[in-house]
């Protein structure tokens, strides 16, 4: 059930595994709760704070010396001299050098909170992580069965790992230009696909939640992708929140995932590129453990930022210790939610959940709003904002602004939607609304042209550029996704089909869309496999 202060919204009644979630992932906080450490404190944070307090003379790197003595006083002018005495090297006694450190304490207390086995801290945003976890996961095979919607990021690893990628659509509203999830029916087919044309899944890759704040059945995939010998990736980079309240979805972790993506910068309050990867204590745990190290250890930074990284256990802290505050900020979503469903302009996209059999649950620090019946691309809606009121929403579609609201924030909804009805009836927007009438629809996703080559060779193969029309029928060097809904149309080693060249002509035409890795904006030309 999607729940809101103030109403509700059932799921269709087929959905037979929402309960069974739903016990499972009360009866894991329970269980969890028992044995949870002490999350009241930040011991690498607190390293930080007293290494800083000794005042040092640091003749090592960084070049800032940690004062703001000489050249270093405009960076501490631009960030405060007390970012300048936390930002030291590593390798430092006392901090992260010795066994049982200040830093393994804090990343054993960030397992601990999110359910997992081991987590590991990341400076480089979950696009590492999304790295890190294909360089792994090849270690168990060269198959990956991949939600076709993944980021970029996990398809730049299946490149750099030689993957072999097979794919699993997820839902699409059409309507609305978003990708949701996948089902477990839809998982179960793919496995059952792969594995009777004799390349069986060696990993299984699904992204929950989405953008949007749909939220997929974890504990059943898992056990779907297990059933076929393979380990469940959760890209959870959205969901970093996700069980620190009872509203609030359950960390995959607790849920059968085996490793999971977590973003913990975008609503758990950590610095901006700060990350974690969390590994679940599950049947492929012992095997995982080591390949995932390994790939760490590339992927990683040997000069990792110590403000990141105590940024990562200072949000673990606040989100573990401070349930009310973010009970509060699903107060205000749903408050947002109320004033949305008050004016019939507007509508909840997560009303329309229901309807897609992928769905079991929602984020509601994620708002999404269809303006479809105010006449007006939300992309016209979501720059007046900006430009008139300096209100800044995560995204847009066509059709959709969405809404995010960190896990402990209160802003101000009731002042968000005043301008937001002020921009739509301000005068511009009569012009505004005209020129949309005039746009035309998206076509329908094409289907995915057949793999010639495997990603990574497509990715180095040498390459030409054509015009076009002489691009349908070669081999794509480039991976392209057009906006909106994001699913990648074609990568690396795709044959490039006429349907694909004429839905991304339309999208990069239109008013509202573009797409992602073109050549150039206008879609004219297409980067090829040269041929001998």
């Keep these: 059930m999607l729940e809101s202060s103030s109403q509700s919204v059932t799921l269709p009644a087929e959905h037979d595994s929402i309960d069974r979630v739903a016990h499972s992932a009360a009866s894991a906080r329970r269980e969890h709760s028992r044995f949870r450490l002490d999350q009241d404190r930040a011991p690498y944070a607190e390293a930080l704070q007293e290494f800083a307090g000794r005042e040092p003379i640091q003749l090592m790197v960084p070049g800032h010396g940690g004062t703001d003595a000489g050249m270093s006083t405009g960076l501490a002018d631009f960030i405060g001299e007390r970012a300048l005495h936390l930002d030291i090297p590593m390798l430092i006694d006392g901090v992260d050098l010795e066994a049982g450190s200040p830093f393994d304490q804090a990343v054993a207390l960030a397992a601990d909170a999110w359910g997992a086995r081991r987590t590991w801290f990341l400076t480089n945003g979950a696009s590492q992580a999304n790295r890190t976890v294909a360089l792994a996961v090849r270690g168990l095979g060269e198959n990956v069965l991949s939600q076709r919607s993944a980021h970029s990021s996990f398809s730049d690893g299946i490149v750099l790992a030689g993957l072999h990628p097979s794919y699993v659509l997820p839902n699409v509203d059409t309507r609305n230009g978003i990708a949701h999830g996948v089902s477990p029916a839809a998982l179960e087919a793919a496995l059952r696909d792969a594995h009777d044309h004799g390349r069986p899944a060696s990993a299984v890759y699904i992204v929950s939640p989405s953008y949007f704040g749909s939220v997929a059945d974890v504990w059943t995939l898992s056990e779907i992708a297990h059933s076929f010998g393979a380990p469940l990736i959760v890209d ?281 890795g073109a050549v150039d904006s206008s879609l004219t030309r297409f980067r090829v496999i040269a041929e001998s």
Excluded at 366 to 385: C, E, N
Excluded at 437 to 456: K, Q, S, Y
Aim: aromatic share 6%; glycine share 8%.
């Design 236 to 516: 959870g980079a959205w969901g970093p929140h996700f069980g620190f309240h009872p509203r609030l979805p359950e960390s995959p972790a607790r849920l059968g995932a085996d490793l999971v993506v977590s973003s913990t910068h975008k609503l758990a309050g950590s610095l901006t590129q700060s990350a974690m990867l969390h590994l679940g204590d599950g049947p492929f745990a012992d095997v995982l453990e080591p390949l995932v190290e390994r790939a760490f250890g590339m992927t990683a930074s040997t000069s990792s930022s110590a403000l990141l990284m105590g940024s990562l256990d200072v949000a673990r802290r606040s989100l573990a210790t401070n349930e009310d505050a973010i009970g509060a900020s699903i107060v205000t979503a749903c408050r947002f939610r109320e004033l949305i469903a008050a004016d019939d302009r507007m509508r909840d996209v997560g009303e329309t959940f229901g309807s897609f059999d992928d769905i079991v649950d929602a984020d509601l620090l994620r708002v999404p709003i269809d303006l479809s019946a105010t006449g007006l691309s939300a992309h016209w809606v979501r720059d007046q904002l900006i430009g008139h009121h300096g209100i800044y929403f995560e995204m847009s579609t066509a059709t959709t602004l969405v809404a995010v609201i960190g896990a402990g924030k209160t802003p101000d909804v009731d002042a968000v939607h005043r301008a937001l009805v002020t921009v739509i009836e301000s005068d511009a927007a009569a012009q505004a609304r005209s020129e949309q009438l005039r746009a035309e629809d998206f076509p329908a996703l094409p289907a995915p042209g057949r793999m010639r080559l495997l990603p990574r060779d497509g990715y180095f193969a040498a390459t030409e550029v054509v015009p076009a029309a002489e691009a349908i029928g070669r081999i794509s060097a480039d991976a392209l996704a057009a906006y909106p809904p994001g699913v990648p149309n074609v990568l690396p080693g795709e044959e490039i089909t006429a349907e694909t060249v004429a839905f991304l002509d339309a999208v990069s035409s239109s008013p509202t869309g573009y797409v992602r």
